[in-house]
């Protein structure tokens, strides 16, 4: 259907490492998808992904790109980009639909400003373009957390706050059998990739930014806020919605997520 049984892994030799990535969908024009930060890699996620996505099959080929291992530590969202756009002109892709979604949007913008030329069209999810108090707190607590509790207690801060209360109440349960199922990265990984949303600090260059751009955002984002999406869309003057009763999770929770980029890549 549409591309979605040939979804696929496989992985790139880049200098320093190797990168991770899924394909899908039988179309021709490239989808850059660039998910946010993590506690387990992709690895074994093509069919799943696919699915999730599926709305982008039929017109797309479809690449999701994990984050680059080993990760050097420190790491920077600039850095982090570079990956990508060095993984990009690997596969030939230049001109790309790109969607980033929280690290993700941050390195998404990263990207279409340091490499016009392998971005056309920019949806950015539940992101951020510099610091603020709520989100250095909440990475800050993350690591903490890493290091003394491991990765099983950030998990359950971040369903805690990346979820709306009427999610919580509904799927909370499910938490601990979900963590079950997960084959969660080294610490010292997260740790590093997490320091790296950090250092995002694009708001000043957000202009360089050519192609068109969406941005989607949740009104009550208890980790990087809704008002670090509204910022980005005015000081772009472009397109934005809110979903005004989401958190972080609003790319899950929202039924019409995926369909509201994939109407504006299609425009």
């Given at each position: 259907?549409?591309?979605?049984?040939?979804?696929?892994?496989?992985?790139?030799?880049?200098?320093?490492?190797?990168m991770?990535?899924?394909?899908?969908?039988?179309?021709?024009?490239?989808?850059v998808?660039?998910?946010?930060?993590?506690?387990?890699?992709?690895?074994?996620?093509?069919?799943a992904?696919?699915?999730?996505?599926?709305?982008?099959?039929?017109?797309?080929?479809?690449?999701?790109?994990?984050?680059?291992?080993?990760?050097?530590?420190?790491?920077?969202?600039?850095?982090?980009a570079?990956?990508v756009?060095?993984?990009?002109?690997?596969?030939?892709?230049?001109?790309?639909?790109v969607?980033?979604?929280?690290?993700?949007?941050m390195?998404?913008?990263?990207?279409?400003?340091?490499?016009p030329?392998l971005?056309?069209?920019?949806?950015?999810?539940?992101?951020?373009?510099?610091n603020?108090?709520?989100v250095?707190?909440?990475?800050?607590?993350?690591?903490?957390?890493?290091?003394?509790?491991?990765?099983?207690?950030?998990?359950?801060d971040?369903?805690?706050?990346?979820?709306?209360?009427?999610?919580?109440?509904?799927?909370?349960?499910?938490?601990?059998?979900l963590?079950?199922?997960?084959?969660l990265?080294?610490?010292?990984?997260?740790?590093?990739?997490?320091?790296?949303?950090?250092?995002?600090?694009?708001?000043d260059?957000?202009?360089?930014?050519?192609?068109?751009?969406?941005?989607?955002?949740g009104?009550?984002?208890?980790?990087?806020?809704?008002?670090?999406?509204?910022?980005i869309a005015?000081?772009?003057?472009?397109?934005?919605?809110?979903?005004?009763?989401?958190?972080?999770?609003?790319?899950?929770?929202?039924?019409?997520?995926?369909?509201?980029?994939?109407?504006?890549?299609?425009?």
């Amino acid at each position: 259907m549409f591309g979605l049984f040939n979804a696929k892994e496989d992985v790139l030799s880049l200098d320093g490492g190797n990168m991770t990535y899924l394909t899908f969908g039988s179309g021709t024009k490239p989808l850059v998808m660039i998910p946010g930060l993590r506690l387990s890699g992709i690895s074994g996620g093509a069919k799943a992904v696919a699915w999730y996505y599926r709305i982008f099959a039929k017109e797309y080929r479809v690449f999701l790109f994990d984050r680059k291992d080993p990760v050097t530590d420190p790491c920077t969202i600039h850095d982090l980009a570079e990956d990508v756009s060095v993984a990009m002109q690997s596969l030939g892709l230049r001109e790309a639909h790109v969607f980033g979604a929280s690290q993700g949007g941050m390195i998404a913008q990263d990207l279409a400003i340091h490499h016009p030329e392998l971005v056309s069209k920019l949806a950015l999810g539940v992101t951020l373009s510099r610091n603020n108090e709520t989100v250095e707190q909440v990475v800050r607590h993350w690591i903490e957390l890493s290091e003394t509790k491991g990765l099983s207690a950030v998990a359950e801060d971040y369903f805690e706050k990346g979820y709306s209360e009427a999610y919580l109440r509904k799927y909370k349960a499910f938490l601990p059998l979900l963590m079950k199922t997960q084959k969660l990265m080294p610490k010292e990984r997260f740790i590093a990739l997490a320091k790296a949303c950090l250092t995002c600090d694009t708001y000043d260059r957000l202009t360089e930014i050519r192609c068109p751009v969406l941005v989607l955002g949740g009104g009550k984002d208890r980790i990087v806020t809704g008002e670090a999406s509204l910022e980005i869309a005015e000081k772009l003057g472009c397109e934005v919605h809110m979903y005004e009763e989401l958190s972080h999770e609003a790319y899950n929770e929202a039924k019409d997520f995926n369909r509201r980029i994939y109407e504006f890549l299609n425009r």
